[in-house]
């Protein structure tokens, strides 16, 4: 079975201030971990993702196999960023349908 | 655009009232879920598709149908709705292949039954 654990429901940070949003997951074989967003009245649509090892909108994620972690990270928060986080992971299967388990998501809120 | 798109958006219905939420894809995608979104449970699957005639039980399928009939549609249908069915429902495709697809998401609908 695959698990995606998101600690904090709401993360309250200020502007400027380093921003990091807890993701935890269990999964026995290898994973692919996503981070998705869903700003306010918008669809959720993907933030990054670990297979691109890319940053966007200066957020970062590290995949921690040993402790199974995939953290969101961004030095300094700006009021944009004001949305709500969900983790999610997928089994790094080639071929087939892989089903993709979500977290229940943390809600930033970045004070002016 | 590549998009999802689903409709309605909004909908006020009463129990029992058999509904159906429409969810049409430009991409060419295999795969399509529905998922719904709650407070404190995050999104949930509730069916998923991974082509014409081929789809599969989520997580929470009890109380929905769905079908696919054409690759770029895949509706959903409350057949009998209940309160508990009240929530945001999210539509998604994503493509067949490389391991950990990008999902792509429709915008929502918001349903209420009462």
């Known amino acids: 079975a695959q698990r995606v654990t998101q600690p904090e429901k709401l993360l309250s940070v200020f502007k400027g201030a380093p921003v990091e949003l807890k993701c935890n997951y269990s999964y026995s074989g290898s994973p692919e971990l996503f981070w998705y967003v869903q700003y306010s009245r918008q669809r959720l649509q993907l933030l990054l993702r670990h297979i691109s090892r890319e940053s966007i909108k200066g957020f970062t994620a590290d995949l921690n196999k040993g402790e199974t972690s995939f953290h969101l990270k961004k030095p300094f928060a700006q009021e944009e960023d004001s949305a709500m986080y969900y983790c999610?992971?997928?089994?790094?299967?080639?071929?087939?349908?892989?089903?993709?388990?979500f977290g229940i998501g943390t809600k930033l809120q970045v004070i002016p | 655009e590549a998009q999802v798109t689903q409709n309605p958006r909004y909908l006020i219905t009463v129990t029992g009232k058999k509904l159906t939420v429409t969810c049409s894809q430009n991409?060419?995608?295999?795969?399509m879920s529905w998922y719904r979104q709650d407070p404190g449970l995050g999104l949930r699957q509730i069916y998923y598709s991974m082509n014409v005639e081929v789809t599969d039980k989520g997580d929470v399928p009890e109380g929905y149908k769905v079908s696919r009939k054409e690759k770029r549609n895949f509706p959903l249908i409350l057949e009998s709705p209940s309160p508990n069915q009240t929530s945001l429902y999210f539509c998604?495709?994503?493509?067949?292949?490389?391991?950990?697809?990008?999902?792509?998401f429709g915008e929502g609908s918001w349903l209420t039954v009462v």
């Open positions: 991409m060419n995608h295999e795969y």
């Open positions: 998604a495709s994503s493509l067949e292949g490389a391991p950990g697809n990008t999902i792509y």
């Open positions: 999610a992971l997928s089994p790094l299967v080639s071929g087939g349908y892989q089903k993709v388990t």
